[in-house]
């Protein structure tokens, strides 16, 4: 059964992308692409509860009857924005991991950034990426780590 997760990330392009690499072991319920809509979004979702609006159709399985097991955001997010996130979203039944990549890695990604018109660029950062993430959920769902907590990926 897939592990259903919240992914977060600036560009749709690579959102889908990632998205289809993270299947069949990993299922994408919502892809969000700012902080501003993940602090409005992921707290109904948690709840088990359609956000409104829904402006992604496309990405995304949309079956919010499913908990996320994790929240994992792309390096176009900032460790501060992903902590501020996680603060807007906290109350007691939130049980979630959150995933995010390391500062460095982010910053160097930053400074040179994937090329996004390229359709090779875009599956390769993808697939690398999609890997990390499963690995990093199948750690922390397999080990019983606490969730809740920050991981890098």
Partial sequence: MAIPIILCGVSEVMGTAVTQ?????????????????AKAEIPAILAGKAPSPNPDENIGSHDFSKRPAAVAFGRGFELQDVKDIRAACQSPEINVAWLCSSAVDIANTKASPPNLSDPKTVDGYAASIAALVKDTVNKVMTEGKGTNEIYNY
Avoid: H
């Fill in 21 to 37: 690499r993270l299947r069949p072991e990993v299922e994408v319920l919502q892809f969000i692409n700012s902080a501003s809509r």
